[in-house]
């Protein structure tokens, strides 16, 4: 139920766009700021890289990842993740190469399938 209503106000957004113009841009996007920075908590790459100024393994947050890995494999798949969010990043915002986005994009599948070979 909670899906069809989201889209049904996505929906009534559309109908009522002579509307949301009037409400300032600067409140859109303070709501999307919000909404972006909510939803980081619980997202395993950014509890990962929470991790990295904690020096003493012992003192890392019971996450399940956690007490079944080593930190320093953890570590390496999470800058290989920050590498890969990287290069997103700089196509997305370089105008010359921003071409090559969608073929990034569709490699990130092999890229991570080629992951299961060095972590479990």
Not at 19 to 33: E, M, N
Not at 84 to 109: D, M, N, R, T, W
Request: glycine content about 4%.
């Amino acid at each position: 139920m909670t899906n069809f209503g989201i889209h049904l106000l996505i929906g009534l957004s559309l109908v009522l766009a002579f509307i949301l113009k009037f409400v300032p841009k600067s409140v859109l996007l303070g709501v999307f700021l919000f909404m972006g920075v909510s939803s980081l908590n619980g997202n395993e790459l950014f509890e990962r890289m929470a991790l990295w100024p904690i020096g003493d393994s012992t003192k890392y947050p019971k996450y399940d990842y956690v007490a079944k890995v080593a930190s320093a494999r953890i570590h390496k798949f999470t800058v290989l993740q920050c590498i890969c969010l990287c290069i997103l990043y700089a196509l997305k915002s370089i105008k010359e190469v921003a071409v090559v986005f969608p073929f990034f994009i569709a490699a990130l599948v092999p890229i991570r399938r080629s992951f299961e070979r060095y972590f479990t």
